[in-house]
């Protein structure tokens, strides 16, 4: 639709100044409340000046334009876009403004669009603040990179569509009302008109909506592409940095014609030191700490934090803000690639990805000590939030031949990949290290291959590859022999014993665990005692001896308590679980239970989570019941199983797989599918809080029942239990989707529930 905002007829408004021809648009999509809300400020006589202010692709000019047509009714003068960065020089940026017509009674209004005032803010503002000053009726909608920087100025931020993020087994109903996937099936849906998102394509689909960002110009490029490629075609292309490439049409202004042209534009005018820094934090992989890139910075630190800066103001970095941790400066994708090619014009390519891998390097060593004790949850989340800059430093480090400082990087990794679930990446680089160091015999090389051996196979144990853990554990005893070290060779035997006992080989691995455990105690190593005695108790309660194995348990519990080791703790919590399951003690298996699942909580763990999660469903089943429930807890623990790649044992697969099938039966198998497919999708957290809730008594006078609702608020309510959308809602009983919202909150709100599940919980506990 080309945009036609016309004026009135008069003589002030057609002294106003000739709008630039703007291109012919589709409709806008996924901006529905940031459109309300600049319209909301348009309408307000006292808002004189909004300025929309975004990285490049977001979208900004799409908004401004929409909401002009939407509101220019209330501008009797008349509403004009002007496309500033069309301008080219300074003169004619001040000419623009000064020769529009003053209003001095403000009688009548008139909107004036400035598209793209970045590279011409500073000889802007003072000539919007001069007639903003004399016309009482002028407003002013801008946008760009950056604010004019004028009191009274509404700075509006634009961000990109919110992506789909990574989801196993994707629903098609789950993620079409996505904005970033809704843009992207539209636009494909217009250049291919066979186009449909499909249980086929949606996994492709989401994967390049959240490779890109969710930027609604990347996406809109990427949807033509559809013309030549098929989209599994085109998500390869784009995960081999394609969209660096990707070109639109030609009746768009000339700086939103492709992604290079767009990241070009952006950067236009920035000094070379602002560039050079821009260039290095562009091979950061999820951003950095300001402390980060203070320290890898190549400016000196008064440059560094200029830089910084001026690079904010500019949105060519965002400050994201962090849960727990310290807020991150990010590269958009749109100009990472433009950064990388920088590197290389400027030679620093190798001298930037040398200093990230060492930076790395040394912190995973530094901080790998306090993966344990008081201060491990603030280090293990400060490893994995760095999690994807760490793969990037091992892949230079392989990629330059530096294998021994990538197998030390690898084994400080072990800890943080078993809380992440990344185990099968951190398996295969393990072993290939390993394999890589295996014709140096010298002390320093082999105590790091068996060190390397170790993490994988605590990698290949926590995957459910017992035999393989095992085959693992042998090596690094073997090596450990090789270098006369008895207490770590004790450590290993006792890691072999354990995974002999899971892989089913008892009558192997009992001796190795009582002898390791002996000869840990005479070292004086607690921790290493610990985990022996852990092992050896599974080892007794598979063999039926309840009491030994309950003696060694405690022994384990008491250790760990004492050195504040959370995940240690956690698992020996779940063997206890077991042992009180085995012995009919139901209230004492659920206690150890919930302890387990607020210590893997703490640490944000995603592995050992999977376990504690189907044990406490199983739990709560065998008790108090909770169906619906415990679907969904056993379907969130199969969701991070298959995300992380990994199996229950199989005697406890078995029994899992009995209690499904019960609850299929006693739930019906349309409800049990919905109750499934809702418990597929929450956060981990939220599954930990909703899970600890089930079966736990409310202090007497605490009143959640669904009779404090209004019919309305029920309505909405039993519609959210059954995992309508807020626009399903919003249609099935005719009211606005903004009007769903609201009812939804005051629904949370009356029922003392954080998550649409909790709601669906609390009405199912109603009816």
């Known amino acids: 639709m080309r945009v036609e905002l016309k004026m009135p007829a008069s003589r002030e408004a057609s002294a106003l100044p000739t709008a630039s021809p703007w291109p012919s648009r589709s409709a806008l999509v996924g901006r529905e409340w940031e459109l309300l809300a600049v319209e909301g400020k348009l309408l307000d006589r006292s808002v004189r000046l909004i300025t929309l202010v975004g990285a490049g692709g977001v979208g900004k000019s799409r908004l401004a334009v929409e909401a002009g047509r939407a509101v220019s009714g209330e501008f009797a003068r008349g509403v004009r876009v002007v496309d500033v960065a069309a301008l080219g020089s300074a003169e004619a940026v001040r000419t623009l403004v000064g020769h529009a017509t003053v209003d001095p009674t403000g009688d009548s209004r008139a909107l004036l669009v400035l598209d793209g005032v970045e590279h011409h803010a500073a000889e802007l503002a003072q000539p919007v603040a001069d007639r903003l000053a004399l016309d009482p009726g002028l407003t002013v909608l801008a946008t760009g990179q950056r604010a004019l920087r004028i009191y009274g100025e509404r700075v509006v931020p634009v961000v990109p569509l919110t992506p789909p993020g990574p989801l196993v087994e994707p629903d098609v109903a789950e993620v079409q009302d996505n904005p970033a996937v809704l843009l992207f099936s539209q636009r494909a849906h217009e250049v291919n008109p066979d186009f449909t998102l499909t249980a086929e394509n949606v996994a492709a689909v989401l994967d390049i909506c959240n490779l890109l960002e969710g930027v609604p110009l990347a996406l809109e490029l990427a949807a033509a592409r559809l013309r030549l490629f098929p989209v599994f075609e085109l998500r390869s292309w784009l995960r081999r940095g394609g969209d660096s490439h990707l070109a639109g049409p030609v009746d768009v202004p000339g700086r939103q014609r492709s992604i290079r042209a767009v990241a070009e534009w952006s950067c236009r005018g920035i000094s070379p030191e602002q560039r050079r820094l821009l260039a290095w934090l562009s091979i950061f992989e999820g951003g950095a700490t300001v402390a980060t890139v203070e320290k890898v910075s190549p400016l000196a630190p008064a440059d560094t934090a200029q830089a910084i800066e001026a690079l904010l103001d500019r949105s060519l970095l965002t400050l994201v803000e962090q849960p727990r941790a310290d807020s991150r400066l990010t590269v958009s994708r749109v100009l990472r690639a433009y950064g990388r090619a920088l590197l290389d014009e400027q030679g620093d390519a190798r001298k930037a990805r040398d200093a990230h891998a060492r930076y790395f390097g040394r912190l995973l060593r530094t901080i790998e000590g306090r993966f344990h004790g008081s201060e491990q949850r603030r280090w293990l989340r400060v490893a994995c939030l760095e999690h994807d800059n760490i793969l990037a430093a091992l892949d230079h480090l392989q990629q330059v031949g530096d294998i021994e400082e990538q197998a030390s990087l690898l084994v400080a990794c072990q800890r943080p990949w078993l809380i992440r679930g990344e185990l099968r990446d951190g398996l295969h680089r393990c072993d290939s290290a390993a394999a890589a160091l295996a014709h140096d015999d010298s002390e320093r090389v082999l105590r790091l291959r068996a060190r390397l051996h170790t993490a994988a196979g605590y990698l290949a144990s926590a995957r459910g590859d017992h035999d393989g853990a095992a085959h693992r554990h042998r090596r690094a005893v073997t090596i450990y022999k090789q270098l006369r070290d008895a207490q770590q060779g004790a450590r290993a035997s006792a890691r072999l014993g354990r995974s002999l006992v899971a892989a089913g080989d008892r009558e192997a691995g009992q001796p190795l665990l009582t002898s390791a455990r002996s000869t840990l105690e005479w070292w004086g190593d607690t921790a290493g005692s610990a985990e022996a005695a852990a092992g050896l ?205 609201n009812h939804v909150r005051q629904v949370m709100r009356k029922l003392g529930c954080t998550s649409r599940v909790q709601v669906a919980w609390a009405v199912g506990r109603r009816r």
């Open 537 to 741: 108790a599974e080892a007794l309660l598979d063999a039926g001896a309840l009491t030994e194995a309950g003696t060694l348990l405690d022994r384990a519990l008491r250790i760990h308590r004492q050195n504040g080791e959370i995940r240690d703790l956690a698992e020996v919590l779940l063997v206890s679980a077991r042992l009180a399951g085995r012995a009919s003690d139901g209230p004492a298996a659920q206690s150890a239970l919930r302890e387990s699942l607020r210590l893997l909580d703490s640490i944000d763990d995603r592995n050992v989570l999977a376990d504690a999660l189907e044990a406490f469903a199983v739990a709560v089943q065998d008790g108090a019941g909770h169906p619906q429930q415990v679907t969904r807890l056993l379907a969130a623990a199969d969701a991070m199983r298959r995300r992380a790649g990994t199996t229950a044992p199989g005697s406890r697969r078995d029994g899992i797989d009995e209690v499904v099938s019960a609850l299929r039966r006693q739930l019906g198998a349309t409800v049990f599918a919905g109750a499934w497919a809702e418990g597929a999708r929450p956060r981990p957290e939220v599954l930990v809080a909703e899970a600890l809730a089930v079966g736990e008594s409310r202090p007497a006078g605490v009143r959640t029942e669904a009779g404090l609702l209004t019919p309305r608020q029920l309505q909405v309510a039993l519609s959210v239990a059954e995992g309508m959308t807020n626009r399903q809602i919003a249609n099935q009983l005719c009211i606005a989707e903004w009007t769903v919202v």
